[in-house]
């Protein structure tokens, strides 16, 4: 198996045999009672993601945040007070694409009105936004129950932080039944998406105190991210590298 399939594969693996999948889930959960739900999924991503590609990214970092807290169970999606996951501060002003999955869930509901759970929606469609940014296929299982509770003080504590050091990013992956290749595969996701320049800059400009760039970073990477970074950074106004 080459290095591309063991990363798709572990992929795969982290939404089939990770947090919240119990034994009775099956994609077959609602082929009778909504047989058009994949299409109609498949449909609703497609438009999103031709309007805005990076909103495939953003539909895999919401159903990853999702599973995190009290499993895969679309408690991400719920509105509630301060307290809530939305609130959180993984969450808060960068959590996505909300409403691309109002808008499947309200074609879904013109198809096939009360048979389908907000969280199997949500699985479906982070499957689908890999899918269709050039990524692996897997096969969802579904069958989950919407969560009735969004816990914002666990997603503070369960939900990886890009401050974390690798230790404790790979202690939370272990809480919740994961390990170092899902560590790997989930932070090699980012390459669909985006990250802010606040989180790594001071690599680029002030590494360890030392107001140098860090030695480790490849030279052709850290010319191209000094340049993207330089006007975005509180830390200086000016590149040094």
């Given amino acids: ?100 999955i109002d808008t499947i869930k309200s074609s879904v509901e013109r198809a096939c009105s009360g048979a389908v759970s907000c969280a199997d929606i949500l699985a479906i469609a982070a499957r689908d936004s890999v899918l269709l940014s050039g990524g692996p296929f897997w096969y969802v299982q579904l069958g989950r129950r919407d969560g009735l509770i969004s816990n914002g003080t666990l997603a503070n504590l369960a939900i990886p932080s890009p401050f974390d050091t690798l230790d404790t990013i790979i202690s939370k992956f272990n809480d919740v039944g994961l390990d170092l290749k899902d560590v790997v595969t989930l932070s090699g996701a980012h390459t669909t998406g985006r990250a802010r320049c606040t989180f790594f800059s001071n690599r680029l400009f002030n590494s360890s105190g030392t107001e140098a760039p860090d030695s480790t970073i490849e030279t052709t990477m850290l010319t191209e991210y000094c340049k993207i970074c330089a006007y975005k950074t509180v830390m200086r106004t000016q590149p040094v590298c």
């Avoid at 082929?31 to 993601?49: H, N, S």
């Avoid at 509105?79 to 694409?97: V, W």
């Fill in 1 to 100: 198996m080459n290095r591309s399939s063991n990363a798709n594969f572990w992929l795969v693996n982290f939404f089939i045999l990770s947090v919240g999948v119990r034994s009775q889930l099956t994609p077959d959960f609602y082929k009778t009672t909504c047989p058009d739900l994949y299409r109609i999924v498949r449909r609703e991503v497609q438009k999103a993601l031709k309007y805005e590609m990076r909103m495939g990214a953003s539909l895999l970092r919401l159903h990853f945040h999702d599973c995190f807290v009290n499993g895969c169970d679309g408690s991400i999606l719920l509105d509630g007070d301060q307290d809530s996951e939305k609130f959180a501060t993984p969450n808060l002003n960068s959590a996505r694409g909300f409403e691309v």
